[in-house]
């Protein structure tokens, strides 16, 4: 996936999450503006588990390498009456597409 992409799909992800984003500055969701950047989550599977996973109220995740070196993500989460699944070249970018496909799912 090229960076671009995966900068769409984090600025997807934060608005989602409830970060908004006011002539080019953004906020937490408490309001605090942000000097300093804004979780980056196709990088960082502990910024995923810190914003995204609680909102989610996942009961199922399972995380595997596949052949190739890539991985498998397939979520169940709690209440949403689907399982997704989405392959990727990192941990955590496998994450984020399979939560922007049960967001679009909504």
Known sequence: MEKADQVRLNHELL???????TNGVWSYPDGV?????????????DEIFKWLMPKLKVVVIKL???QRGRYGCALTPDGWGVSVSMIAD???LALCLAIQKLIRSK
Request: glycine share 8%; no cysteine; aromatic share 16%.
């Open 15 to 21: 608005i989602w999450v409830g970060f908004t984003l």
């Open 90 to 92: 990192a941990p955590a």
């Open 64 to 66: 595997v390498p596949t």
């Open 33 to 45: 503006t942000v000097d300093n950047g804004v979780p980056y989550f196709p990088e960082s599977l």
